[in-house]
C-alpha cells in the first residue's frame, strides 16, 4: 500500500523560507512524477510543482517560479519542496502527490498525502 508523509510546515513570516519533505513507502516512489499542490482556506487545490521520476522534468505553477523548488531523492523515498520568499498568499496546506505520467492536473494523480499546513504571516 502506497502512503505518502508530509512534513516540514509550519508558521514563518513573509520572506522566509520553508522546505517540505514527502516521505513514501509502498514501493512506487522512484517510478513515479511526483507532485506538489496546495489548498487555501475557501479555494480549489491547486498544483504547485512536479517533477518526474528521474528528475529531468520539472514544471511549476506560475505564481511560485523562482521562489520554490522541487527536488527528489529516490534512493530515500523522499521528495521536497524548498520555499523561499515566501508571501502571505502562500498560506495553505500543502500536498504531495504521485502521477504516472508527467501532468500538473490534479485528476493524473492517484495517491495523495495528508498535508502539512504552510502559514506565512504579514
Known amino acids: 500500500q502506497v502512503q505518502l508523509v508530509e512534513s516540514g510546515g509550519g508558521l514563518v513570516q513573509a520572506g522566509g523560507s520553508l522546505r517540505l519533505s514527502c516521505l513514501a513507502s509502498?514501493?512506487?516512489?522512484?517510478?513515479?512524477?511526483m507532485g506538489w499542490f496546495r489548498q487555501a482556506p475557501g479555494k480549489e487545490r491547486e498544483f504547485v510543482a512536479y517533477?518526474?521520476?528521474?528528475?529531468?522534468?520539472?514544471e511549476y505553477a506560475g505564481p511560485v517560479e523562482g521562489r520554490f523548488i522541487i527536488s527528489r531523492d529516490n534512493a530515500k523515498n523522499t521528495g521536497y519542496l524548498q520555499m523561499s520568499s515566501l508571501k502571505p498568499e502562500d498560506t495553505a496546506v500543502y500536498f504531495c502527490?504521485?502521477?504516472?505520467?508527467?501532468?500538473?492536473?490534479?485528476?493524473?494523480?492517484?495517491?495523495w498525502g495528508q498535508g502539512t499546513q504552510v502559514t506565512v504571516s504579514s
Open positions: 502527490a504521485l502521477s504516472p505520467r508527467y501532468h500538473s492536473k490534479i485528476a493524473s494523480y492517484d495517491f
Open positions: 509502498g514501493g512506487v516512489f522512484s517510478i513515479r512524477t
Open positions: 517533477i518526474s521520476s528521474s528528475g529531468g522534468v520539472i
